[in-house]
């Protein structure tokens, strides 16, 4: 059964910075992608990594967040900067069970999620 633990988030002000870490369990292969949820919007992937392709990231994060990851030891992060009050929700890691990620981002596609952590940026 795959597992998926993070860590980080938290509360913090316009402008201000945070990490989120997430570690992957009994997997092999795989696509990671931060995922974030705030209410009354859908699920939108802001980062991904997999093992041989490079970092992509949403438009709304580029320049701002970083992901980072050993595949090796099946952990993730992600280096969030410069942050908005739209960054604000639910951040969750997310795999799919390939090496390749999905070109674009659908929820649908990601089979295993973590419990997701809370930030809240505020003014």
């Known amino acids: 059964q795959v597992q998926l633990m993070e860590a980080g988030g938290g509360s913090v002000e316009v402008g201000g910075s945070l990490i989120l870490s997430c570690k992957a369990r009994?997997?092999?292969?795989?696509?990671l992608t931060w995922v974030r949820h705030a209410p009354g919007k859908r699920h939108e992937g802001v980062a991904s990594?997999?093992?041989?392709?490079?970092?992509t990231y949403a438009d709304s994060v580029k320049g701002r967040f970083t992901i980072s990851g050993d595949y090796n030891k099946k952990s993730a992060y992600l280096q969030m900067d410069s942050l908005k009050l739209d960054d604000t929700g639910t951040y969750y890691c997310?795999?799919?069970?390939?090496?390749?990620?999905?070109?674009?981002?659908?929820?649908?596609?990601?089979?295993?999620w973590g419990q997701g952590t809370q930030v809240t940026v505020s003014s």
């Open positions: 009994n997997i092999r292969s795989y696509c």
């Open positions: 997310a795999l799919v069970r390939r090496s390749v990620c999905p070109p674009t981002f659908n929820a649908d596609d990601y089979e295993d």
């Open positions: 990594i997999s093992r041989h392709e490079t970092p």
